[in-house]
């Protein structure tokens, strides 16, 4: 089993940089595919990007792709989304996942973009 915590959420200026982290409980985090999501009030939980469990390969959602980096850390257990070229529309509750099915969840942390 895995227990992920998401942090590094907080209230930015649109243009501005956020970086995220989620870290891992259990020996097993680094056999896991990791994923970040988000979900916007109102709206649908949305995939943003993927890294495999040795860092080859990385895929983005067409919204981010160019302004989010995903990376890892397995000896730190920490997977990174670090966000460039904030937008207003970025506003939303961020979260990691991990596993191909994602089996197992963090409980998200708020990111504002402000105007």
């Known amino acids: 089993q895995v227990q992920l915590v998401e942090s590094g959420g907080g209230l930015v200026q649109a243009g501005g940089s956020v970086r995220l982290s989620c870290t891992a409980s259990?020996?097993?985090?680094?056999?896991?595919?990791i994923s970040w999501f988000r979900q916007a009030p109102g709206k649908e939980r949305e995939f943003l990007a993927l890294i495999s469990w040795n860092s080859q390969t990385s895929n983005y959602a067409n919204s981010v792709k160019g302004r989010f980096t995903i990376s890892r850390d397995n000896a730190k257990n920490t997977v990174y989304l670090q966000m460039n070229s904030l937008k207003p529309e970025d506003t939303a509750v961020y979260y990691c996942?991990?596993?191909?099915?994602?089996?197992?969840w963090g409980q998200g942390t708020q990111v504002t973009v402000s105007s």
């Open positions: 259990g020996r097993t985090f680094s056999s896991y595919a």
């Open positions: 996942a991990a596993g191909g099915t994602f089996d197992y």
